[in-house]
């Protein structure tokens, strides 16, 4: 059984989907437990303004909404994908990392800065290097796709460098740390900043706009936390009654695992295979606000990510990579455990940076999973 945790509902949220498909983690666990049950709405209050003021849109665009029909029919919900495979870097990381490069001192960026990712914030820093016109290192670990690395020289032109280090994400943030250090430049952290999660939470408040009907989920995935803690963040602070999912691979769950703990754990090795959520630690900041606002974390396997790109390819013809597929899984996997009523479920489809040869992997495991389901 997949690992989860669950915080319970805050006490004004109005249940839509029967208790028994949160988590099993005991209320003992809930990060809720012990304490006013207001709390998370008025700390949702002080990043509410740092959304709704966030910058990112010089850079950025406001991604669509789509209604996924064919797997809306299948699953008997109705299911919407928030599209930040459609952004200029193929993914939402470039909304942090301009929101918290433009907010930055003019001399802080004067120096430079300097970022260590798994690929796509990686893009964001150079994009946003490039716009500002910032000289930029970019540390990212040897095992990232080929097709990021890319991206990045792209994106950055003559702004940026990029210097290979470190298997993990967590590696390669030390080898940025020691050269930041060397350098004296300004550190653009990938996940755990306030202005970082401000301008992922950007992506919370377009949800909300673009979709003023009844929501019942939303399912978010989980790297280091910045999405989720700013989604979840915008969306207690302005309708408390939707649910917010975060969702992990089974083998890089570092926020499950902290939540359940009810501390920040560090695993000993993580999954590969979804780069983008490869991280072994998950911020403070982001924990602070993943425990205190998020409904649920679950979790599911490569296989399950497999056949959700597939759904998204069914849907939009647009392939995302594993990590961009994260939410639409777990969407999957509660929508078949929720039975009853239908509901409205929206997954954020938020990157689109794979190699073009991990295609055959994805298609034989996906191929598989439906084989299984026949
Ligand atoms: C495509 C994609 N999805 C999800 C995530 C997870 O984001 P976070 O680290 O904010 O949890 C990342 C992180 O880089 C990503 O690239």
Known sequence: MPLTAART???????TTPPSVLSATSASASPSAGRSPDLGARDADGYLKRILTARVYDVARETAMDSAPGLSARLGHRVLFKREDQQPVFSFKVRGAYNKMVNLPA??????????????????????????????????????????????????????????????????????????????????????????????GTVGMEILRQHRGPLDAIFVPI??????????????????????????????????????????????EVGLFSD??????????????????LDDVLTVDTDALCAAIKDVFQDTRSLVEPAGALAVAGLKRFAEQAGGAPQTLVAIT????????????????????EAAAR
């Open 9 to 15: 509902p805050p006490p004004s949220a109005a249940r």
């Open 107 to 200: 001399e802080a960026l004067a120096r430079g800065v300097i970022t260590a990712s798994a690929g796509n914030h990686a893009q964001g820093v150079a994009l946003s290097a490039a716009r500002l016109g910032v000289r930029a290192i970019i540390v990212v670990p040897l095992t990232a796709p080929q097709v990021k690395i890319d991206a990045v020289r792209t994106h950055g032109g003559a702004m940026v460098e990029v210097v290979q280090a470190g298997e993990s994400y967590s590696e390669a943030c030390d080898h940025a740390l020691m050269l930041q250090r060397e350098h004296g430049m300004t550190f653009i952290p990938a996940f755990d900043d306030p202005d970082v999660i401000a301008g992922q």
């Open 223 to 268: 790297g280091g936390g910045s999405l989720a803690a700013g989604v979840a963040a915008y969306v207690k602070a302005v309708r408390p009654e939707i649910r917010v999912i975060g969702v992990q691979t089974e083998d890089s769950c570092a926020m499950a695992r902290s939540i359940a703990a009810g501390e920040r754990i560090t695993l000993g």
């Open 276 to 293: 983008g959520t490869a991280v072994k630690r998950v911020g403070e900041e982001t924990f602070r606000l993943c425990r205190a606002h």
């Open 350 to 369: 938020s990157g689109a940076n794979m190699n073009f040869d991990r295609l055959r992997i994805v298609a034989e495991r996906a191929e598989v999973v």
